[in-house]
């Protein structure tokens, strides 16, 4: 069980570490992808910066070459008016209506260039929403991902602490275990040698008990022996005495007869 345990954790730290070397290279590639994204806006701007600063350039010429093409024609009208010798309502009038012409030209000339900057200041207005709305998603995009990777964080450190605790857990259970086992071996000890013990007594009981039984047996024969003894003894004095008794009487009776016979 405790190796499946560990097998199991590693294996959903290395799925965690996959998962946030993934997200690395999604970041990178976001990254490089949003880079070429800019480059190649600022490569826009910068070439529609360019057309427009043509345009102008062309506008400006064709406005050039109006005002020389009126000029030349307010000098041959000059001319034509010199050489008819036309009166002089005539010269003003006609002067009039070039001056009306060269401001009205002006005016339009002026007009196009009002409209060519607010077009350019409009679209340079929509690329900044636009950097802006990018610079917005990627920020959205950097804390989706902080969040993911703080997530799995949280997650490998619960797992973490979790195999911490079964490892306690393990060690505490071994731990007891061990103390049990200890237990145990010094309960079979302790009833091992009071096994002994009373071998050893019942041993020594038996020993004691044949010991004073050859010794109660030895009293009794040495007993038996001195009364039978005492009474040899005893008989033998008896005898003698009764010899003696004899002698006497028989030593007496001779000198009575002794004494009779006198």
């Known amino acids: 069980m405790i190796l499946l345990l560990l097998l199991q954790l590693l294996f959903l730290q290395l799925l965690i570490l996959l998962l946030l070397l993934l997200l690395q290279q999604q970041q990178q590639q976001q990254q490089q992808q949003q880079h070429q994204q800019q480059q190649q806006q600022q490569q826009q701007q910068q070439q529609q910066v360019q057309q427009?600063?043509?345009?102008?350039?062309?506008?400006?010429?064709?406005?050039q070459q109006q005002q020389q093409h009126q000029q030349q024609q307010q000098q041959q009208q000059q001319q034509q008016v010199v050489s008819n010798k036309q009166p002089k309502k005539q010269q003003r009038q006609q002067q009039q209506q070039q001056q009306q012409q060269q401001q009205q030209q002006q005016h339009h000339q002026q007009q196009q260039q009002q409209q060519h900057q607010h077009h350019y200041h409009h679209y340079?207005?929509?690329?900044?929403?636009?950097q802006q709305h990018q610079q917005q998603q990627q920020q959205h995009q950097q804390q989706h991902l902080s969040n993911i990777s703080s997530s799995i964080i949280i997650i490998s450190s619960k797992q973490q602490q979790q195999q911490q605790q079964q490892q306690q857990h393990n060690h505490h259970q071994q731990h007891h275990?061990?103390?049990?086992?200890?237990?145990q071996q010094q309960q079979?000890?302790?009833?091992?040698?009071?096994?002994?013990l009373i071998d050893l007594i019942s041993c020594l009981a038996s020993i004691n008990s044949f010991t004073v039984g050859k010794e109660t047996q030895k009293k009794s024969l040495f007993g038996c022996?001195?009364?039978?003894?005492?009474?040899?003894e005893k008989e033998e004095k008896e005898e003698k005495e009764e010899k003696e008794e004899a002698e006497r009487e028989g030593e007496e009776r001779e000198g009575e007869e002794r004494d009779e016979g006198r």
């Open 177 to 183: 275990q061990q103390q049990q086992q200890q237990q």
């Open 188 to 196: 079979q000890q302790q009833q091992q040698q009071q096994t002994i």
């Open 124 to 130: 340079h207005h929509h690329q900044q929403q636009q």
């Open 52 to 63: 427009q600063q043509h345009q102008l350039q062309q506008q400006q010429q064709q406005q």
């Open 225 to 232: 022996h001195r009364e039978e003894k005492e009474k040899e």
